[in-house]
């Protein structure tokens, strides 16, 4: 007796040559078939009209076993992950390749319904679905967040976020621990009463909130100049008496809390007081629905303007894991920006492959570049 299927799957238009179709998405339930093809209406009466596809193109099917993908023999071929393909089973977040349309699959989450993206976040990924949760919860409040993640994964970003949720009319102000000095700490945070040009980071940051990164980073002194702040919210400069401060603290971490706790470089005392508000930021690896999404974003904040991807490109980046991260994929956006300054649509460089990780190549070696031959029939 066969086993029914429970999963369901999220096929998602993540590159396309009409920029406003990218994101439209269905859901395919248990059991479910989708045939795809030139016309096909299963994701919207235009999302599918391209003379690189067959009438019937490739059939999905959400089987016991996962998703299938069939091809039903169309002219083109039907690609997984830059590859042609008959019939397989796809894995989690495959990109499959239909004419000049890159769809990327992934298993829908339990919670079907993504909580919001407050800006500047951009994000479609259910890796990010708890952080996305927290925001509104912890905004509003005066707890410390300690945000943890790998370097470039966007930490600052939701700092960002938090600071525009919580309604504060103060500023956003960042303080970099690691380059204070242990004998400068107090000094740091707190200013100088007497000298205007030694304000610290609380009075520039009053009624607002102050971002700390790489807090793990810091001397001993500084954290404990931190966590006297935390206890009881007073503002000691320097030369002056002690007074109530409002600010609202943001501190960040590269490293895992209990490796820092382990080698002494986070202290145990701030680590409980930070915990009630830590948020995990995943890695780029975690959350490969957002990298396509967040390619366009960086390539328009690098250009100026909107910017697009040519097939290969989309193709290479969004197969990448980005051990960088968001840094890494800017660096690379930045590059492509600065060497292709007039174009809308960024092309592979000649260097691409070396760039896009070990399986680049053996996708340039067999792309097809999805050009329409108009000589050629197509069922």
Not at 141 to 165: D, Y
Not at 239 to 253: E, F, H, I, W
Not at 340 to 351: A, C, E, G, I, M
Request: hydrophobic share 40%; glycine share 8%.
């Amino acid at each position: 007796m066969s086993q029914t299927p429970t999963r369901r799957f999220v096929v998602c238009i993540a590159d396309h040559p009409r920029v406003e179709l990218i994101g439209r998405r269905i859901t395919m339930a248990p059991r479910q078939r989708l045939v795809l093809g030139r016309g096909s209406l299963a994701l919207g009466a235009d999302a599918l009209l391209d003379q690189r596809m067959s009438r019937r193109h490739s059939a999905l099917v959400v089987t016991e076993q996962g998703l299938s993908v069939e091809d039903l023999g169309s002219r083109n071929g039907t690609l997984v992950d830059g590859h042609p393909v008959q019939r397989c089973l796809v894995r989690s977040h495959a990109l499959l390749g239909l004419g000049r349309v890159l769809l990327q699959v992934w298993t829908e989450p339990d919670e079907p319904a993504p909580p919001p993206a407050p800006p500047p976040l951009v994000t479609q990924s259910p890796a990010m679905w708890p952080v996305l949760r927290a925001l509104p919860v912890l905004a509003p409040t005066r707890t410390p967040v300690l945000l943890v993640g790998e370097e470039g994964v966007g930490k600052r970003t939701v700092a960002q976020a938090i600071h525009r949720l919580s309604g504060r009319k103060g500023p956003l102000v960042t303080l970099l621990p690691a380059a204070v000095p242990a004998e400068h700490a107090g000094l740091a945070l707190h200013g100088h009463d007497a000298n205007p040009a030694a304000e610290g980071a609380l009075p520039r940051a009053e009624g607002g909130t102050l971002l700390l990164p790489r807090i793990e980073a810091s001397t001993t002194a500084f954290q404990a100049e931190l966590l006297s702040y935390l206890e009881d919210g007073l503002l000691r400069p320097t030369g002056g008496a002690a007074r109530p401060s409002d600010v609202r603290l943001v501190l960040t971490m590269v490293r895992e809390p209990k490796v820092a706790l382990a080698d002494g470089s986070l202290s145990q005392a701030l680590w409980e007081r930070l915990q009630p508000g830590l948020l995990s930021v995943p890695p780029f690896r975690e959350r490969p629905e957002d990298t396509l999404l967040l390619t366009r974003h960086l390539a328009r904040q690098h250009a100026g303007h909107p910017v697009e991807l040519d097939r290969l490109l989309a193709l290479l980046i969004a197969l990448h894991d980005w051990p960088g991260n968001g840094q890494e994929l800017s660096e690379l956006l930045a590059r492509l920006v600065a060497e292709q300054p007039d174009s809308s649509t960024l092309t592979t460089p000649p260097w691409g492959p070396d760039a896009f990780g070990p399986r680049a190549r053996d996708v340039v070696s067999t792309f097809d570049p999805g050009q329409l031959d108009p000589s050629r029939r197509r069922p």
